[in-house]
């Protein structure tokens, strides 16, 4: 209410969200992600243990990747179901983020696909004689065996793949016709959505990170994952808006903008942690060896000291650092707590992919090279679809508010 | 009544101040943040705006510093983190220890939700009281009330008011600069009556009346606690007084044999039930009889000759202090069959007691250690068996106490350890 932004500021904002940042930027992560991906590829084949950890690291780096993406689309289908209007400024960026999902889903196809090559390394129950002398897993292989575990996985990717396409055509198509219609329309769609997605992402992290360990279950799983997803994908909006806001990018995307992406970051990840602690309480207190062996086998040899850096490093110090005001309006504390929960996050993925295979934690070559092609390919798409449409949805109906918006 | 009355002091008119500020209203946020900058500008600060809803930019304008709520709240937070673990530690380890299936007596992690419950109970009420404390509640009066264009600020005007001891405040000046930022209506703020500062007397009535009927349940209390009752005790959580579920040595018609005591399915074992191992558990070699297995049965019949465990100083130390309990009651302390029941039985003549077997006797000394654990189990003829309460290790034990008892007797000096051996006499 201090100060309204006047139409013709607008339109001077519209005007600057039409500039393109140069093309070439975009042949550099290309070539970095597939000579890292090679390199990787290389290198793992040449040990002799190096497939099965490969295809261990393929599957965290992709998940990692794939979650910035999921929490995009969280983010975007929160804001209109709400109805929010500070958010719309930041929503291109969440948008385009959600798109860039193609990516990593590409990538990790060939995981599902070695599992009709009888590849059991990654998953054992595709191991027919494992299963033979398994009574728990006979029981369990209606539902996990190769030809529905890869049906699934076509349905969560087609279903991911459709609404980030959807939500970015749709917010590019009002940039031109200013439909306010669109609006309503999206809005109405992402209830149905958000329940889609709630459904997809819970199963898909039963498929592809709970049955790393076919025995195990946790129905809380789905949920633990889905944080991680939100706070990975905030962190990484949060980040961009900063950098944003640091190079003066559009005056529509200011500290307030910034203010409020951090508090959801900030709020996700204490639900982060609430989840996490949830799960080891639970299992802990009821203490039945048939859950306990899951934390078990990550309280020891080395696997231990993960939970203390997480405990410490995903929670304690974001929850400390970035609960003043100020802190969530300074854009080089954002950037650092952001990368640091990127990191963390990463982490938590190690701490539940890789005990399942290697006896002590391994870090290498391996991990680096397909963690920097991962990361490099899926920001190699985002920021050539960030170029090629404005970098807010310049025709919003909400877009006065989203400007003029002042965290009380 | 002939007191002459003491001439009352004639009534002073308190001396009060002719007014104790301005309010002025103002029809937009525009307006009022305005005014607020000029009267600033003026050197007035003693300002307070009222406004129907929160104004951007307002806490700036009156020069308002950050509230020192939030630490309020993170202290309450930390107090209550901190009291939650401690309570949990203390009520759990050191006030009521109890373990409760195999969990520490005070571990961090099940602490934790009732501290963090706590964390935000405690900043809950940090904030609350606090909000309470900075907006100098509880006031009795506001005189701003008195004035009836003052309403209007909880509905569609900004109303701003200055303190009358502000040092730039001054009556004619101030109001001529409110007139001049466009404020309406600009009135005295009245003084408050001295019969405003005083307490109502129908509030002191109310609370009498509430500390009275807080006593009812306490003395409530006193009473069924020093009182007897015949009737059933109030249950207010019925359904766990009265829990669906099967009780021993009842029946239960679900069940075609009636009984609600289930027998075991045929072919499980209970945990540590499974007693494979014969010579372990029975003293004799697998292949001879059951678990029925009847001391009366010959020496041929299998029995265990070596021990089927370790012997060493702790069995045998642990042996002694079990033969002392429960064997030397009726064979002696020596094993000679001289315990004092027996001793008592003779006495008193009791012609069905038997005399326990001594020890030392040829054939017992004989027989294999299985035998020995056997009688000691299941009993000899008169000698009842002490399966049900004896662990089996410490049966064996006291086997091997027996065989030590029994090597007393036939010792040489070549039994003895040598460094003893000099002191011997000594030691008798």
């Known amino acids: ?408 | 009544m002939s007191t002459v009355a003491p001439p009352r002091p004639e009534a002073v008119p308190e001396i009060e101040p002719e007014s104790n500020g301005l309010v002025a209203s103002f029809n937009s946020v525009d307006t009022v943040l305005e005014a607020v900058r000029v009267l600033r500008s003026g050197g007035i600060e003693r300002i307070d705006v009222h406004s129907p809803h929160p104004i951007h930019g307002l806490d700036d304008a009156l020069g308002l510093k950050g509230s020192p709520l939030p630490w309020g709240a993170i202290a309450g937070a930390a107090i209550g983190l901190g009291s939650g673990i401690w309570m949990a530690w203390w009520m759990n380890a050191v006030d009521y220890p109890f373990i409760i299936s195999g969990k520490p007596l005070f571990s961090i992690i099940p602490s934790l939700p009732i501290a963090f419950e706590l964390a935000i109970l405690f900043a809950a009420f940090a904030v609350f009281g606090g909000a309470i404390a900075f907006g100098g509640m509880p006031k009795l009066a506001n005189q701003k009330f008195r004035i009836p264009s003052f309403a209007r600020a909880t509905d569609d005007r900004y109303v701003l008011a200055v303190d009358s001891r502000d040092k730039c405040f001054d009556l004619v000046g101030t109001r001529a600069l409110l007139d001049e930022v466009g404020g309406e209506g600009v009135t005295d703020i009245p003084p408050v009556a001295t019969s405003e500062k005083r307490i109502p007397r129908t509030v002191w009535m109310a609370a009498a009346v509430l500390c009275v009927l807080a006593l009812v349940p306490a003395v409530l209390i006193a009473k069924a606690r020093n009182s007897t009752s015949t009737k059933p005790r109030l249950s207010f959580v019925s359904d766990m007084d009265h829990q669906p579920k099967f009780k021993p040595q009842t029946t239960n018609s679900f069940f075609p044999d009636g009984r609600s005591m289930r027998p075991q399915v045929e072919g499980t074992v209970a945990r540590d039930d499974l007693r494979e191992d014969d010579q372990y558990y029975l003293g004799r070699n697998s292949g001879h009889g059951g678990l029925a297995a009847n001391a009366a049965e010959k020496d041929s019949d299998g029995w265990v000759t070596a021990f089927p465990l370790t012997v060493d100083e702790s069995l045998i130390r642990r042996g002694r202090e079990r033969y002392q309990i429960f064997c030397a009651t009726c064979h002696g302390q020596g094993g000679d069959g001289d315990g004092l029941v027996t001793l008592r039985a003779l006495e008193l003549e009791q012609g069905t007691w038997v005399k326990p077997t001594s020890l030392h006797a040829e054939p017992i000394r004989g027989q294999p250690v299985g035998r020995l654990f056997n009688s000691i189990s299941n009993g000899v003829r008169k000698m009842p068996g002490y399966a049900s309460q004896i662990p089996v290790r410490d049966r064996w034990g006291i086997v091997a106490y027996v065989r030590a008892l029994q090597r007393t007797r036939a010792a040489t000096s070549a039994d003895v350890p040598s460094e003893i051996l000099p002191n011997m006499r000594e030691l008798n």
Request: charged content about 15%; some cysteine.
């Open chain 1, 1 to 408: 209410m201090a100060s309204t932004a006047g139409p013709e500021n607008l339109d001077q904002i519209r005007a600057a969200a039409m500039l393109r940042i140069s093309g070439q930027r975009v042949a550099t992560p290309a070539v970095l992600g597939g000579c890292a991906l090679a390199t990787a590829l290389t290198v793992a084949l040449m040990s002799q243990d190096g497939p099965r950890r490969l295809a261990h690291a393929w599957l965290l780096n992709g998940w990692f990747t794939l979650s910035i993406s999921l929490g995009a689309l969280f983010f975007i289908g929160l804001q209109h179901l709400v109805r929010a209007g500070w958010s719309v400024t930041v929503r291109r960026v969440a948008e385009v983020l959600g798109a860039s999902i193609s990516n990593p889903l590409i990538l990790m196809a060939p995981l599902a696909l070695l599992l009709f090559f009888g590849y059991c390394g990654l998953f054992p129950w595709n191991d027919g004689e494992l299963v033979a002398s398994d009574r728990i897993l006979q029981n369990k292989s209606t539902y996990l065996n190769a030809p529905f575990f890869a049906v699934r996985a076509v349905f969560y990717a087609g279903t991911w793949v459709f609404i980030a396409r959807w939500y970015l055509k749709a917010s590019c198509r009002q940039d031109q016709n200013g439909d306010t219609k669109t609006t309503t329309r999206l809005e109405s769609r992402s209830a149905p959505i958000l329940l889609l997605l709630g459904v997809t992402v819970t199963f898909a992290a039963f498929d592809w990170l709970m049955s790393l360990d076919p025995h195990w279950f946790s129905t809380i799983f789905g949920i633990y994952a889905f944080s991680g997803a939100m706070v990975a994908g905030l962190s990484v909006i949060a980040i961009i808006v900063a950098v944003m806001i640091r190079r003066r990018i559009t005056e529509a995307i200011n500290c307030e903008h910034l203010h409020d992406v951090v508090k959801l970051l900030y709020g996700m990840n204490c639900f982060w942690a609430y989840i996490a602690f949830s799960q080891y309480m639970l299992i802990w207190y009821a203490n039945i060896p048939e859950e306990t062996v899951w934390l078990k086998l990550r309280q020891e040899q080395g696997w231990d000291g993960m939970q203390t850096i997480l405990a410490v490093g995903h929670f304690i110090v974001p929850f400390l650092v970035l609960m003043p005001r100020a802190a969530k309006r300074n854009t080089v504390v954002v950037i650092a707590m952001s990368m640091g929960l990127l990191a963390m996050h990463w982490v938590d993925l190690y701490w539940i992919i890789y005990p399942q295979f290697a006896d002590s934690p391994a870090f290498g070559l391996i991990e680096v090279a397909t963690g920097i092609g991962f990361v490099a390919l899926f920001f190699m798409l985002a920021i050539k679809m960030l170029c090629s449409a404005p970098i807010i949805p310049i025709r919003d109906p909400r877009l006065t508010e989203s400007v003029t918006h002042v965290v009380p």
